[in-house]
């Protein structure tokens, strides 16, 4: 490959990281959860037993999760959901499954902001009788 075209796509990934960075974490509302998909057959293959969550770089713990099908639910997968409580502020979690001999790989670092939505501004202020 000639210099230009490394500089090209060296360009190219640049923009795509920039991109991803200007769109910052994804933002959870209170009411909100964290979701992710787990295969059905691997469930069962590899005899997972729980999930565990790391917050914010700490040490992994047991998640306590929901089932659901949702419309954006891979066929042959079940969503899993994870509740609040979350703090207010910008976080990261990352996901792994375990069953009885230890736990697998853990994913990639997941950013989310969670914001507590504030009151409005209360508006047609005014003397009456």
Request: one cysteine or more.
């Amino acid at each position: 490959m000639g210099s230009v075209m490394v500089k090209r796509l060296l360009l190219g990934a640049l923009l795509v990281i920039a991109t991803l960075d200007a769109q910052g974490p994804a933002v959870i509302l209170p009411g909100q959860g964290i979701g992710f998909d787990y295969s059905d057959a691997d469930l069962t293959t590899y005899q997972v037993r729980r999930f565990e969550g790391s917050w914010d770089g700490q040490a992994f713990g047991t998640l306590q999760t929901t089932t659901l099908i949702l419309p954006d639910t891979p066929p042959g997968f079940t969503t899993y959901r994870i509740g609040p409580p979350f703090t207010t502020g910008t976080h990261t979690v990352q996901l792994r499954a375990c069953n009885d001999n230890g736990c697998g790989q853990a994913s990639a670092p997941f950013p989310f902001a969670f914001v507590v939505a504030s009151p409005v501004l209360p508006v047609n202020v005014r003397v009456i009788p």
